[in-house]
């Protein structure tokens, strides 16, 4: 009984160092701007950074199309999500536009599909060979010389996804990438663009990284320079406005992880 007891005890310890040090992560002003400036001009599948930084300047309007699995499930949890990153970032998204109007489209389709899915909807699948084979779905987008996200799209294999346990990390990482935080990285923590992270939802540092990429110190198309020399000012925005500290509380509101009560 004392034995169960200790063992309690410290596994309680440790959950509380762990999460100690995550808040110290992301309320650490270097912390966050080496994050932002690894998720924001990195690239998944490249090995340097980006020369400009990336966002959305119109609307963003999405369209969906499932051939697999429950349509209504995927269409109450994509609605929740993009409503949750609306409301972060500030930056107008509107879900479940006919395809010929949107600037979006999420498929959910069969693993077996996916080929043929990517030739419909991206394009010649040789060109997308190593993410068809080592991501479980699979998101891209096309921006100007401005810097400016135009276009994406996002395949989810339903049951592959489900098989690996990453259904729902699929739905709200692939759609938050797209709205120009394209880089995952092992040094991101806590954060759904780390692939060995265990969230499944938005953590208070990916709430910082939306609210800094969209901020109105930077802009779209702004170099790696640019961008570090205006990324003080933009935390020291949401410092006032008590976005950091706040993070926490705020990440959740309106949040994919409340509505589904976890």
Request: net charge negative.
């Amino acid at each position: 009984m004392l034995k169960n007891a200790l063992f309690c005890a410290l596994l309680t310890l440790i959950s509380q160092t762990i999460s100690a040090q995550s808040q110290a992560r992301w309320l650490d002003h270097d912390y966050i701007k080496s994050s932002f400036l690894d998720i924001a001009l990195g690239r998944e599948y490249e090995k340097q950074l980006a020369g400009k930084l990336i966002r959305w300047r119109h609307e963003i309007k999405i369209h969906l199309e499932s051939n697999a699995g429950n349509q209504a499930l995927q269409k109450e949890l994509l609605s929740t999500h993009t409503q949750h990153l609306a409301s972060i970032t500030g930056h107008p998204i509107t879900f479940d536009v006919p395809r010929s109007e949107a600037n979006i489209s999420i498929v959910f389709t069969r693993y077996k599909h996916m080929r043929e899915t990517v030739a419909e909807y991206i394009g010649d699948p040789k060109k997308y060979e190593v993410a068809l084979k080592e991501a479980i779905c699979i998101g891209t987008f096309s921006y100007n010389g401005r810097g400016e996200i135009f276009s994406g799209t996002i395949i989810i294999p339903v049951d592959y996804a489900r098989q690996k346990a990453r259904f729902l990390d699929c739905i709200v990482e692939e759609i938050t990438q797209l709205l120009g935080l394209p880089n995952d990285s092992d040094k991101v923590f806590p954060s759904i663009f780390n692939d060995n992270s265990i969230d499944a939802y938005l953590s208070p540092l990916d709430y910082i990284l939306l609210k800094l990429l969209y901020s109105d110190q930077l802009q779209a198309g702004m170099s790696h320079q640019a961008v570090l020399g205006k990324l003080d000012l933009a935390i020291a925005d949401l410092d006032k406005t008590g976005d950091l500290e706040g993070a926490l509380y705020r990440v959740n509101q309106q949040s994919l992880k409340s509505y589904l009560g976890d």
